[in-house]
C-alpha cells in the first residue's frame, strides 16, 4: 500500500471516528437559561472544528455532514423538513471551513486562533439572515404562526416587539457565545488530542 493510500485510509477511519462523537456530542444539548426553550446548546462543532483542524477543511465539513444526515435518519425530517439540520450544517460547515482554511495555510497557534475568531465571526454572522429568511418562517407554518415563536420570546422580555428583534436579542448573542465556547475548547484540547490520536496511529504526522 502506498503512503498516499495510507494517509487516505487514516484519514477515512478519523472522519468515521470523529463523526460518531460529533453524533453523539449533538445529541447532548441542553436548555439554556433566559432562552426559548427550543434554543438549545450543544458542542458538536468541537468536534468538527478538532477534525478540519487535524483532517483539513473537506474533513471537518464532512463531519458536519455525516453528523447532521445521520441526526435526520434517525429523528426524520418532520413537519419542519429538517430545516434545524440544515442549519447546523450550513452554520457548522461555514464556522469549521472557514477557521480550518486560516490555520491550514500556516499550522501555527496563532493562526488556529485567528481561524476560530474569524470562524466565529461568520458562524454568528450568516445565522441571523438563515434564521429570519428561511428557518423561522418555516418554523412558523409548522408550529401554528411566528405568534406563537414570539409568544416563547416574549415570556421572557414582554417588550421584544418583533422576530427581527428577538433574534437580535436573543440568537445573536447566543449564536456568538456558542461560537466562542466551541472555538476555545478545540483550541484547548487539539494539541494533547492530536498526540493521542498520533499515539494510536490514527492521525497523520503533519507538524
Do not use: W
Request: proline fraction near 4%; hydrophobic fraction near 50%.
Amino acid at each position: 500500500m502506498s503512503n498516499t493510500n495510507k494517509i487516505s485510509t487514516k484519514a477515512m477511519i478519523q472522519i468515521a471516528m470523529l463523526s460518531a462523537v460529533a453524533t453523539v456530542v449533538y445529541y447532548l444539548d441542553f436548555p439554556v437559561p433566559l432562552m426559548p426553550s427550543f434554543i438549545k446548546m450543544d458542542l458538536s462543532n468541537v468536534v468538527s472544528l478538532f477534525a478540519g483542524f487535524t483532517i483539513g477543511p473537506v474533513g471537518g465539513v464532512m463531519v458536519c455532514l455525516i453528523k447532521n444526515v445521520i441526526h435526520v435518519v434517525i429523528k426524520g425530517f418532520g413537519t419542519t423538513m429538517g430545516i434545524g439540520d440544515i442549519f447546523d450544517f450550513v452554520t457548522g460547515a461555514a464556522f469549521t471551513l472557514t477557521a480550518s482554511l486560516i490555520y491550514h495555510r500556516n499550522r501555527t497557534k496563532k493562526n488556529a486562533v485567528l481561524g476560530c475568531v474569524i470562524g466565529t465571526i461568520v458562524f454568528t454572522a450568516i445565522s441571523l439572515p438563515l434564521n429570519y429568511f428561511i428557518v423561522y418562517p418555516i418554523y412558523a407554518k409548522a408550529f401554528g404562526g411566528m405568534e406563537a415563536i414570539m409568544n416563547a420570546y416574549q415570556a421572557i422580555l414582554p417588550n421584544v416587539g418583533n422576530i427581527f428583534s428577538a433574534l437580535c436579542i436573543f440568537n445573536v448573542p447566543f449564536t456568538l457565545i456558542k461560537g466562542v465556547i466551541c472555538a476555545a475548547v478545540t483550541v484547548i484540547i487539539y494539541k494533547p488530542l492530536i498526540k493521542v490520536l498520533r499515539k494510536a496511529n490514527l492521525a497523520e504526522e503533519r507538524e
